[in-house]
Nanobody, 123 residues
Framework: VQLQAFGGGLVQAGGSLRLSCAASGRTFSSNAMGWFRQAPGKEREFVAAISKSGRSTDYADSVKGRFTISRDNAKNTVYLQMNSLKPEDTAVYYC?????????????????WGQGTLVTVSS
């Protein structure tokens, strides 16, 4: 399985970015997908997850109401729309594919990871 995330960049606080993650190598529609992030000096943390069908989603409290995860199974792609960005959202963002069909916030339920894309939010 290969996951390639892109769409990161530098944005001012209050701005928006859309991350994409293209998957190949395993039937995309069979597995839930997730986004995690890791800020400098901090542990990797859960951001959002989506079930294999896209009907169920989970979000970290810190991003609820600002971020939206979605997927297009026809394109083998998962997205993370990030609005109202804050400096504390600055991190490397990773997409990951779950071993499960339903969305999960548990990092150990994800077995394949993308290379990460850097999001920097300036104040």
């Amino acid at each position: 399985v290969q996951l390639q995330a892109f769409g990161g960049g530098l944005v001012q606080a209050g701005g928006s970015l859309r991350l994409s993650c293209a998957a190949s190598g395993r039937t995309f529609s069979s597995n839930a997908m997730g986004w995690f992030r890791q800020a400098p000096g901090k542990e990797r943390e859960f951001v959002a997850a989506i079930s294999k069908s896209g009907r169920s989603t989970d979000y970290a409290d810190s991003v609820k109401g600002r971020f939206t995860i979605s997927r297009d199974n026809a394109k083998n792609t998962v997205y993370l729309q990030m609005n109202s960005l804050k400096p504390e959202d600055t991190a490397v963002y990773y997409c990951a594919q779950s071993t499960l069909a339903y969305s999960s916030i548990v990092v150990t339920n994800y077995d394949y990871w993308g290379q990460g894309t850097l999001v920097t939010v300036s104040s």
